[in-house]
């Protein structure tokens, strides 16, 4: 039996609104798992049912076998990290790390030995005896972290703690908090509307829109066999390229290139056969000039990018605009015209009416 279990989750507002739909997720133990979704999908809805900050209107939630709808947030083994930080700005970082372990009523001394030993892992041992508003973001989102950690609780609920950091901070705080997680063998899900944070801490992630669950997956699969457009084209940065077009005799045409997917779909060639199709592919797969085993389109460039280990190229295909990622020795000139391939097994196909993949 999984160790959390949500069956059949649903919210609904008293004004009527259906924030969440059918969520069903089984999560094992030590499990690191990410909601991940633009605004108001209904991740931190999720995430509140599971802290009981939220009811569940419907549906199960069970921790470890046990139903745990009518438990409160205390009695559920959990701690939740928020993106405000929600420090006391009158407490010294020791005191914002010990207020929970005094209220439990446990001896300072060992109090004092769990601070200093959480402030060590989180490097906050020469910050004790400062304020909140006298370290940075950073170091206060590690505060935040360290009083969740040091409850020695099962579950860790992570409400997007690093929205407030700059681009440098998070990328540190990742790591800081994988490593947190791998310490201390926690359950942990995290919610998140950045990919790049869902694809370098997950063990799996739940990409989800409009209240549903899109798909359920590891970093790998989710990037390689997304089910739908709207996974595709969330996982991965650039996203994915997408094209519509109408299938006919196997091949499609787009500006002035006849693509030859008959290979690609195989015997489900005849059943799209005058329909449209959504073309996908991602700006990393190609290969600048013609290849083996590729299809080849030509274009012309609009816009390049220098990004240091790789350059984006903004294309035109006779008016579909694309995305390429290129080696940055091999950028080509703004204006120009150019061919590029992309092999046959990076090539995305989905269905133009459900947007599911074919």
Same mark, same amino acid.
């Given at each position: 039996?999984?160790?959390?279990?949500?069956?059949?989750?649903?919210?609904?507002?008293?004004?009527?609104?259906?924030?969440?739909?059918?969520?069903?997720?089984?999560?094992?133990?030590?499990?690191?798992?990410?909601?991940?979704?633009?605004?108001?999908?209904?991740?931190?809805?999720?995430?509140?049912?599971?802290?009981?900050?939220?009811?569940?209107?419907?549906?199960?939630?069970?921790?470890?076998?046990?139903?745990?709808?009518?438990?409160?947030?205390?009695?559920?083994?959990?701690?939740?990290?928020?993106?405000?930080?929600?420090?006391?700005?009158?407490?010294?970082?020791?005191?914002?790390?010990?207020?929970?372990?005094?209220?439990?009523?446990?001896?300072?001394?060992?109090?004092?030995?769990?601070?200093?030993?959480?402030?060590?892992?989180?490097?906050?041992?020469?910050?004790?005896?400062?304020?909140?508003k006298a370290i940075s973001g950073g170091q206060r989102q590690r505060v935040a972290v360290g009083r969740a950690i040091i409850r020695k609780v099962g579950i860790f609920l992570m409400d997007e703690p690093l929205s407030n950091l700059d681009a440098k901070q998070r990328v540190t705080m990742r790591s800081e908090i994988t490593d947190i997680h791998n310490k201390t063998g926690a359950t942990t899900i995290y919610v998140t509307h950045d990919q790049t944070e869902a694809m370098t801490m997950a063990d799996r992630i739940v990409v989800m829109k409009e209240g549903y669950i899109q798909q359920v997956g590891t970093p790998y699969?989710?990037?390689?066999?997304?089910?739908?457009?709207?996974?595709?084209?969330?996982?991965?940065?650039?996203?994915?390229?997408?094209?519509?077009?109408?299938?006919?005799?196997?091949? =499609?045409?787009? *500006? #002035?290139?006849?693509?030859? +997917? !008959?290979? @690609?779909?195989?015997?489900?060639?005849?059943?799209?056969? &005058?329909?449209?199709?959504?073309?996908?592919?991602?700006?990393?797969? =190609?290969?600048? *000039? #013609?290849?083996?085993?590729? +299809? !080849?389109? @030509?274009?012309?460039?609009?816009?390049?990018?220098?990004? &240091?280990?790789?350059?984006?190229?903004?294309?035109?295909?006779?008016?579909?605009?694309?995305?390429?990622?290129?080696?940055?020795?091999?950028?080509?000139?703004?204006?120009?015209?150019?061919?590029?391939?992309?092999?046959?097994?990076?090539?995305?196909?989905?269905?133009?009416?459900?947007?599911?993949?074919?």
């Amino acid at each position: 039996m999984a160790y959390l279990s949500l069956k059949d989750i649903n919210k609904i507002y008293p004004n009527g609104f259906h924030a969440v739909h059918d969520f069903n997720l089984e999560i094992e133990k030590g499990e690191f798992i990410v909601f991940v979704g633009p605004s108001g999908c209904g991740k931190s809805t999720t995430l509140r049912m599971i802290a009981g900050l939220e009811d569940i209107s419907k549906g199960d939630f069970l921790i470890d076998g046990v139903r745990a709808n009518e438990k409160g947030p205390r009695d559920r083994g959990i701690a939740m990290v928020f993106q405000s930080y929600a420090l006391y700005p009158q407490m010294t970082v020791y005191d914002n790390l010990a207020f929970g372990l005094t209220l439990q009523g446990i001896d300072e001394d060992i109090i004092e030995k769990k601070v200093k030993n959480v402030a060590g892992i989180l490097g906050l041992t020469d910050y004790l005896d400062r304020l909140p508003k006298a370290i940075s973001g950073g170091q206060r989102q590690r505060v935040a972290v360290g009083r969740a950690i040091i409850r020695k609780v099962g579950i860790f609920l992570m409400d997007e703690p690093l929205s407030n950091l700059d681009a440098k901070q998070r990328v540190t705080m990742r790591s800081e908090i994988t490593d947190i997680h791998n310490k201390t063998g926690a359950t942990t899900i995290y919610v998140t509307h950045d990919q790049t944070e869902a694809m370098t801490m997950a063990d799996r992630i739940v990409v989800m829109k409009e209240g549903y669950i899109q798909q359920v997956g590891t970093p790998y699969d989710l990037y390689f066999n997304p089910v739908n457009v709207f996974v595709a084209g969330f996982i991965g940065e650039p996203p994915m390229n997408f094209v519509r077009a109408t299938l006919k005799k196997g091949k =499609i045409t787009i *500006g #002035k290139n006849t693509l030859d +997917l !008959s290979e @690609k779909l195989g015997d489900k060639a005849s059943k799209y056969e &005058g329909k449209e199709i959504v073309f996908g592919f991602r700006p990393e797969a =190609i290969v600048l *000039g #013609k290849a083996e085993n590729s +299809l !080849s389109i @030509k274009a012309s460039v609009e816009l390049t990018e220098l990004l &240091g280990d790789n350059t984006n190229v903004y294309v035109d295909i006779q008016g579909e605009k694309s995305i390429l990622k290129v080696n940055p020795h091999d950028t080509p000139e703004m204006d120009s015209d150019i061919e590029f391939s992309i092999p046959f097994e990076s090539v995305y196909l989905f269905d133009g009416e459900t947007e599911k993949r074919i």
